[in-house]
């Protein structure tokens, strides 16, 4: 079964709001990557967490890694129009050594 | 960004035919992957070299068949395929691991649109 879950599937998101996409797994992570997937295009990495508690800012974005590492959010704050895309975790479980798993993804559509 | 490139981009072929998917990477790396990347379902890997050698293998039916020459090129040749197998399928590309291939981020390329018919 999939090892690597992402909520939500959907987000409409208001321009100018902000939205909050989980990835959570029941096994301890090795680390984690995000990745961001346009409309028509390919994965397109974003940031890799490594350590329990980590957080990582990217301008309007922030990556954060849980304490126990099981689980990863990606927060975009004053969402615009070029957020739009699918927004991907992928991570390597102890059940998947040696390669990453892929969450579903979260895809986002904005509003103005 | 043309660091991993993908041909063709497009393809339609019959369930009969005999088709082959070429990456190429100019990124120096020495790890490439197949994915395959389905409508609402996650990226699925097929395929991993690393040292041009092949180190997964996932379960992926005899139907598609990778090739690495060097380090640089992938190719997945295709046959006798079914219409399920309609996809996109990705190659990816990353320096090679010390212990784990996932400490480094993966390149991807533009993708293969395969329409099987």
């Known amino acids: 079964g999939q090892q690597v879950m992402q909520i939500p599937q959907y987000q409409h998101v208001q321009e100018g709001e902000d939205f909050t996409t989980y990835c959570n797994s029941s096994?301890?992570?090795?680390?984690i990557q995000w990745y961001k997937q346009r409309p028509g295009g390919h994965p397109v990495f974003l940031i890799q967490l490594v350590k329990s508690g980590e957080v990582k800012k990217q301008k309007r974005l922030t990556f954060q890694f849980g304490e126990a590492k099981k689980n990863s959010s990606l927060h975009i704050t004053a969402t615009q129009t070029t957020d739009v895309g699918t927004y991907f975790c992928?991570?390597?479980?102890?059940?998947?050594?040696?390669?990453?798993?892929f969450g579903a993804g979260t895809q986002v559509v904005v509003t103005p | 960004e043309t660091g991993v490139t993908q041909t063709p981009r497009h393809l339609v072929m019959g369930m009969t035919n005999k088709k082959s998917l070429k990456c190429e990477q100019h990124?120096?790396?020495?790890?490439m992957y197949w994915y395959k990347q389905s409508a609402k379902k996650p990226l699925e890997l097929m395929f991993v070299?690393?040292?041009?050698?092949?180190?997964e293998n996932n379960s992926v039916p005899s139907r598609f068949s990778p090739e690495c020459p060097n380090s640089s090129h992938l190719f997945l040749h295709l046959h006798t395929l079914q219409p399920e197998d309609s996809a996109l399928y990705l190659c990816?590309?990353?320096?090679?691991?010390?212990?784990?291939?996932?400490?480094?981020?993966?390149?991807f390329g533009p993708g293969t649109r395969l329409t099987v018919t």
């Open positions: 990816a590309s990353s320096q090679e691991g010390q212990g784990s291939l996932t400490l480094y981020e993966q390149y």
């Open positions: 992928a991570a390597e479980t102890t059940d998947s050594w040696g390669k990453l798993q």
């Open positions: 096994t301890t992570l090795s680390n």
């Open positions: 070299y690393n040292f041009k050698e092949q180190t």
């Open positions: 990124l120096g790396h020495n790890a």
